[in-house]
């Protein structure tokens, strides 16, 4: 038998958080979580407790336009980062713009979204990520548009030549008829895929 146990102390100082949680009587499985909230940051910090924790860390700073943030997490066993992401948003009324750097340092992504036209929900995208270990660029663009309310259509394209779709209704409230289809135009006859999904809530 074992015994999940999590103990949470508000406001230490304004806007601090922390977190202790650990399994009895699993020895080592003990964890430290700190949480800071502020109208413009937002930190935490993670940590086991035992001899070589891996630490997590994340953090975000910035407004409701333009916000820079890291995710990272440290082996002190091996003394060696196993995850380090970083990026920068900026949002304005109708669009979302950002650069991402993931998978340790391995892949930098640029993507772009704006609302053409909000009454029928229409939305164009794109999407660069270059990869430094093989020096491959990938472009995709993407669109959405609702038929009517009830009914929307999604397509994307990427530069290796698969295209998708997607039309999906909702034919009562929370229940969604999907169909779909992906196909790699430079091997049409080897990769077609279509696909039905239905889901169904009370």
Known sequence: MQLFTTVTIDELAPGFKTIFSFVVPVQRSGKVELQYLHDYAGVNACFGLAANPVVNF??????NILAAGIDLSFDTASGKFTKYNAGVNITDADLIGSITLND???NLTASYYQVVSPLTSSVVGAELTHSF???????TFGIQHALDPLTVMKARFNSFGKASALIQHEWRPKSLVTISGEVDTRAVEKSSKVGLSVLLKP
């Open 133 to 139: 270990s093989s020096n491959e660029n990938t472009l």
């Open 58 to 63: 994340a953090s975000v700073f910035g407004t």
């Open 104 to 106: 340790k340092g391995e």
